[in-house]
């Protein structure tokens, strides 16, 4: 995609089918993103010159995926001053609070935007940076608004549906 | 303060002690914002009014803090499309783990920008928030930018005095 | 079924074969109920239609389950006054423990009657809302001690062919 | 009180400063009320007598207030077919997850109506309680919209306080 | 069996293949037993009797299991003098810890011998119960000795051969 | 003492004050015994003596109690057949879950009878020896069933002074 | 092998598939090791004896993994003066958070440099061998760059392949 | 110090009390080292430079310390080539679980040798780089042996006084 507006970043292949779900939203809402692997700790270099390119490249957003001690959003948050989006990811024994943990926890002063674990936590944070974009785009604001009513739509005819097949 | 960009929102004023660290950045950083308590369990109605408000009032970004099943951020996320930051905080005998799970476990659809649990991310609060207005406000980019600067040299400042008071 | 006493909810349909054991019993004590789906996030206005509405049409007690951050059952009993049986689920990678906490620690002034993380949290909440109706409704306490003698019966049955199975 | 609606029962006497909170609930409503220490493993048989008693006595609802591998509430639930309202007690080091997960995961077939961990579980429990007893005495219902409003009106007392106390 | 010793008690017939192990260990070492299935919740007057009767029936040891809000050794062991061993089954979400925590966290006064979550807990109740039947019948320490040998020979065996299937 | 029957052990002499709870209650019924320091991990020589030695010198249980890593005893439990009670201590930041996990999940083969962490868990382990030994020593059996019932008459008594003092 | 630098050992031979990523890493910088099955509790002689011998035999460096409360690390630990790393093992219900605490939580005065859980953990626990044994072995430390790097650029591949595989 | 072979950095001066212990031991084994301090997040230059010029400077091992999303030990582990070690410190609500498992949980092929959380764990950091340091400077091994007895002999007379205080 051209003058992409959002990156997204994970540090192994593997979190790849859950960092779809970010994806996912930023091609539904039309917005430009980029998607590459990298890892705080075995490409240390190639992520921090991510990180420091991100704002001449133009990105507004990055939405970082990790597992185990996640640092990947924490390290890229310590290197740009946009906003950061961090997707804690289960891929250890652990479950996912080590990766939870290691995102949320950040010290004064650098904050990570903590969504929740795993693939709803990638969904949300594709959503959060629509949310983001939509301040100065107010297209964005527009079909934010439809998302969230057809989801309140969605849910409504789930229930009515279900309301029908109970025994009377 | 006229004009608020940012809504600082707590669930009791026992939670006012922690929040001030948010309202603190902002006006460092000379963001107007405005501040109360209101609960999602308490005072629903007075909750949903304020999300309903936001918008309309110019409000760009909301922060809201809460300890317990702490649903304030969430809450207030399902009500209106600007970001959301959530602060969990420590205020049950579960330390704030509560309020961390509660905060940042959100469904699909509905994200809340999660911080560390109490002070630090109340802090960070802030400071997302100013990172999230400052993509369409350079001169907030250029705080940023001095910020983070001059706390990288606090850092070196301390790391120095500390390496002279050592036995040599 | 006309004239529910009790309403079961749920906040994704995903939730149906937990929720079902509820319905379940309350179909075994012949209390007329009814099922849907409603989320607190996702369709908050139909949450609140649905909580409002529940003391006029005659429930008497809510049933409320739900997953992660399970607002589910605190967002309900923040709009009523009739009685709120939440049960967790697990449907994240943390296993219920965050839709426990989340639901469990309420703050004072709005309690939620917590039931135990997924299928037998389920059935206890029919179980705790015929309990509840039981007071003023002398048949359902003869069922409900009918019930209990039977459950023991059934452990002492198994109990006796356990023993008998036995090496001697 | 003569004629007690409501048994509150503790694991000991230094659980009394937390379930006075429920206490203070129901003489606030004028639910006449009964309160004893009773241990599940210390006075098992004083308080099976309790459980069994308390329906021929009039008890429409029992609140069983217990820390540590608190069973108090589950062994009354079990001997009782009346509601039973659990609330956790933090009295060891592991700070009340213990005393939450003995009472809230109970196997099908016996509820407990668990609370939060400590004084808001107690003053909820208190709540809860008259929620219950409301369903046939509509003059606690009325009493109920006029607590949660106050509790609507102080919280909108503080936050408007706290509105004004801000620099400008 | 004629004139059992110990006696293995269950909550649940689910609970059957894991609570075998302690069996197994017992007809390993000749130790007569019984084994049947009670609950604390279910079948409370049943459970009594078992542990009242426990003594007169010459039992020494009881080895209680359950899962979730785990009461069953705690309330064994409230009703007889003779020592409890208590075996916290994974049989819900959030797999053994509510469990282990609702059986080792017994108030003072009132001790149950708590084992490992699962399989290898079972297997420690029975070799646990030899231990203390041990005391007083020097042919079950004989054995003992034995079975810890032969445990360390096992051990030295598998350790040989994995040593010499290395390549060189 | 002479001719101690119980050992009781500490990793660490800041461990005594909750290990003095197992010693009150040997001598409450009269059980000689003897108490010292060792440690799994920077004493094991003299731990491994003292294992070694226990059955040789008479005793008939040991109490080993530790914080942290707490390997005290599993480490004497695996150099001796007789009944070995663990108690797990709260002296790190992790307030004794640590302790209670590495007392607790022992392999299969070699058990540790795990008690409450801290105080409790120190009373109870002294209880659970007596009642062990009571298995061959009737006259402790007698004094363990005075002591329950004192503790029974206790509460009863806590219960009836708290019964009186309640408003009317 | 000839003269092992490196010992590896595990509580049980089902452990082997994880200790097998640390083997693996020590033949690919061939460094020479053994591998061996010993348990802290059901072979504590011929454990003693492998930690004694250890310096003797030449090794350097021990990596002990083991499961549930995990000591063999720490036993180890506290026979020798050679740096020992654990590797805790996901072996049981509470999914390695026991292993996990029961290695790490060491108290002052005996280390063990503790690695992930599982077979991340295991991996690593062979590279830090070999970062310990290439302080005086520079062509280790050539080679562990290396390893580094070509890690790197593994990372840098797949990213750009992703990168050219997103829709444009 | 001249020609420091250890370097002891943390993420903020508020450590500095418990980072202490490690410089302590290094001090009495007479080992050269630094101390200063450098915030992965505050102050990611300043701690590249330092892990970057470490080995060219002569550090042989580095011990980091940090608290909350700890990513200090991680980011300089995957700077450079020398052995790490991680002490996780309590310094949030959660209690230093949020720094153990962001310490602790790296993912293959970056290893941090980690420590317990705290004090315990900061001296012990000391003790491992002795160790290593041993490796290849035999009069550390022999101060380690006696550190080790003399740790044993301290046990013992603590024991022993015990003993004696004991009443007979």
Do not use: C, W
Not at 23 to 38: D, N, S
Not at 145 to 168: C, D, F, H, I, W
Request: hydrophobic content about 45%; aromatic content about 2%; cysteine-free.
């Amino acid at each position: 995609m051209k003058n992409p507006l959002v990156g997204i970043v994970m540090g192994s292949s593997s979190d790849l089918s859950i960092m779809e779900e970010a994806a996912g939203i930023l091609r539904r809402f039309k917005v430009p993103y980029e998607m590459t692997v990298t890892s705080a700790h075995r490409s240390p270099e190639r992520t921090r010159e991510y990180a420091h390119s991100a704002q001449r490249r133009g990105l507004q957003v990055i939405i970082a995926g990790a597992g185990g001690a996640a640092h990947l959003a924490g390290f890229i948050a310590a290197e740009t001053m946009i906003p950061i989006i961090g997707v804690p990811i289960d891929s250890t024994p652990l479950k996912g609070v080590d990766a939870l943990l290691a995102t949320v926890q950040m010290p004064a002063g650098v904050p990570v935007a903590t969504m929740a674990v795993g693939r709803a936590g990638a969904r949300n944070a594709g959503i959060l940076a629509v949310q983001i974009l939509s301040l100065s785009r107010p297209e964005l604001r527009e079909k934010l608004l439809e998302y969230r009513e057809e989801m309140a739509r969605q849910v409504e005819e789930t229930g009515k549906k279900l309301n029908k097949k109970q025994p009377s």
